[in-house]
């Protein structure tokens, strides 16, 4: 059974810092793509970062410059470093491998 399970959400002050986990079992997961998405409230769940298997990242402009995703392969681990956190940035924040998704972790930014 493939799983994705992220962690390490929570709440944080504005121009905080936050790292999000995501454990990833039953997939070759150094084999693919991984990605980070968010999702708000009555808005579309929404890109924010991906890491290919080269290790070629790409980011949404939203968070340029203030987001960091990387990979462990050895621990089947995808991982997105959060800094100068905004309350625009509050969400769900769900990792993605392939066709699979994790069930989520919160994000709250306060003002």
């Known amino acids: 059974q493939v799983q994705l399970v992220e962690s390490g959400g929570g709440l944080v002050q504005s121009g905080g810092s936050l790292t999000l986990s995501c454990a990833a079992s039953?997939?070759?997961?150094?084999?693919?793509?991984a990605a980070w998405y968010r999702q708000v409230p009555g808005h579309e769940r929404e890109f924010v970062a991906r890491i290919m298997s080269g290790g070629g990242a790409y980011y949404a402009d939203s968070v340029q410059g203030r987001f960091a995703i990387s990979r462990d392969n050895a621990k089947n681990t995808l991982y997105l470093q959060m800094a100068s956190l905004r309350p625009e940035d509050t969400a769900v924040y769900y990792c993605?491998?392939?066709?699979?998704w994790g069930e989520g972790t919160r994000v709250t930014v306060s003002p």
């Open positions: 993605n491998c392939f066709t699979y």
């Open positions: 039953g997939i070759i997961f150094s084999a693919n793509a």
